[in-house]
């Protein structure tokens, strides 16, 4: 009887120590230790992965930024064949008036009636008209080849563009030319420029290029 009596006993206790909310409750969470480790292994995971994903993210405005300026190109060449007028690109500094430079970060696109090269809102009796403006986010710029003088680049109705003789006149030879979109300095994807072709015909491609060390490279008129 004893004997029954002690192993009930000792069945009960296991029970209880079994049961959840009884007995002495059992500590659970991270050490310092372990906390300390996983700060230093996130540390690790972050300043190899940080650099990559600048570079992505560089890389997506290379293409937006080249993208931007090509609609642009071929929103002027559809306007001048539609409008059976000539059409203008140009570079401007206020995204309204034509300016020199070398900089072409913004841009103005407009039907060149009075044909003064200029996007004036009133001249005459057939004023120009401004179809388009854009620009370039900071840190992208853009640069053009040595073929596109004056600032302009030209589309006449055939839906070609030519080379520009001065600000208001155009020659009769197409326009083989280069525009470059990049963004330069470190943490750049080792294609960092974007060269945008007007071939012969004003066919339009694009093309990544970059030597990996961040900076822009000089940009070269096509041959065909």
């Not at 080249?66 to 071929?74: C, D, K, P, S, T």
């Not at 994807?189 to 974007?194: E, F």
Request: with cysteine.
């Amino acid at each position: 009887m004893q004997a029954m009596c002690v192993r009930a006993m000792g069945a009960a206790t296991m029970r209880s120590a079994q049961r959840p909310g009884r007995g002495r409750a059992v500590s659970s969470g991270f050490t310092l230790v372990e906390l300390m480790v996983t700060i230093a292994v996130l540390a690790i995971l972050l300043t190899l992965g940080v650099p990559s994903f600048q570079a992505v993210i560089n890389s997506n405005r290379l293409a937006s930024g080249a993208n931007e300026f090509v609609a642009a190109l071929q929103h002027a060449r559809m306007e001048a064949m539609r409008r059976n007028s000539r059409v203008v690109v140009c570079r401007s500094a206020d995204q309204t008036n034509c300016s020199d430079g070398t900089d072409w970060t913004s841009w103005v696109v407009f039907v060149d009636r009075d044909r003064d090269g200029t996007p004036d809102t009133a001249s005459g009796s057939t004023p120009s008209e401004v179809l388009r403006v854009g620009s370039l986010p900071s840190p992208l710029v853009a640069k053009v080849s040595s073929n596109v003088v004056s600032s302009r680049i030209f589309f006449r109705p055939d839906g070609r563009a030519y080379k520009s003789g001065s600000a208001t006149t155009m020659t009769d030879e197409l326009l083989r030319a280069t525009v470059g979109v990049c963004i330069s300095g470190a943490k750049q994807p080792q294609k960092n420029q974007r060269e945008i072709q007007i071939m012969s015909g004003s066919r339009i491609s694009t093309a990544k290029t970059g030597d990996g060390t961040g900076t822009c490279l000089a940009l070269a008129n096509p041959s065909s």
